[in-house]
């Protein structure tokens, strides 16, 4: 039976079975990941800005245009930032199969409502550009039009999730966050490898006592780091089952 084949019955028994352990996560990921999510929105938002303000004499601090370009920039690392690297809304269930959990985009209602209205806008654009230029304004507005109408429909979207767990499972707590990673020493029904995040350590703490509870004979390994984890015999034996 292949891999596929077993794992469709184990996971809708995964979500049939009673939740032993709810918990629900608001944010990026472990405590220090948004300051990487942060860095990036700016670095991709300001070095544009950085390169006109070099290469363009007239743009000088002294200019509206300097500071029109800024303001704009500004804008859109706000916009990278909380459109496309949002933080996410988690709801955690666990059982005694492993742990099922949505995840959705923590993005303002109000974003979907502008772009859906942008779009409309695009459409009419591209109506009115073809009753005055005729067919050939499709030569240049067609992609947007197709674009606009695509995004008509921007609505949140809510992605499904799971990591089965065995009592050969291996359980890595990262020291002071909120993170515990979980991996399978073999590939097999309950290969899966995946990283669950909690807001406190307290509710950490919560979720290890019931882990324990429900699976006794699992390991639990402290780290310092997360990728501390790729020390621990479970990947080795991966590496040495790829090698044969």
Not at 76 to 87: A, I, K, N, T
Not at 164 to 190: H, M, Q
Request: charged content about 20%; hydrophobic content about 45%.
């Amino acid at each position: 039976m292949s891999n596929s084949e077993t794992i469709g019955p184990i996971e809708k028994r995964l979500y049939e079975v009673e939740v032993r352990h709810y918990w629900e996560h608001k944010g990026w990921g472990g405590k220090f990941d948004h300051l990487g999510i942060w860095g990036l929105s700016i670095f991709a938002g300001l070095t544009p800005f950085c390169f006109l303000w070099f290469v363009i004499d007239e743009l000088t601090i002294d200019s509206i245009a300097f500071w029109g370009l800024f303001s704009f920039m500004t804008m859109m690392v706000l916009v990278s930032r909380y459109l496309f690297f949002p933080d996410k809304h988690r709801c955690y269930h666990l059982t005694s199969l492993g742990i099922h959990y949505t995840e959705k985009d923590m993005i303002p209602d109000i974003a979907y409502q502008v772009v859906r209205g942008l779009a409309w806008v695009g459409i009419v654009v591209c109506i009115i550009a073809a009753f005055m230029l005729g067919p050939l304004a499709f030569v240049g507005a067609g992609g947007f039009a197709l674009m606009s109408f695509g995004m008509t429909n921007f609505r949140p979207s809510i992605d499904n999730h799971y990591i089965l767990i065995s009592e050969r499972s291996v359980v890595f707590d990262l020291e002071n966050d909120g993170v515990l990673s979980f991996a399978i020493p073999e590939k097999g029904a309950y290969a899966y490898y995946g990283d669950i995040f909690t807001n406190t350590l307290d509710q950490k703490q919560e979720l290890l006592a019931t882990l324990r509870s429900l699976f006794p004979r699992i390991e639990f390994v402290k780290i310092k780091r997360l990728k501390d984890q790729y020390k621990h015999p479970v990947y080795q034996q991966e590496e040495e089952k790829a090698a044969e």
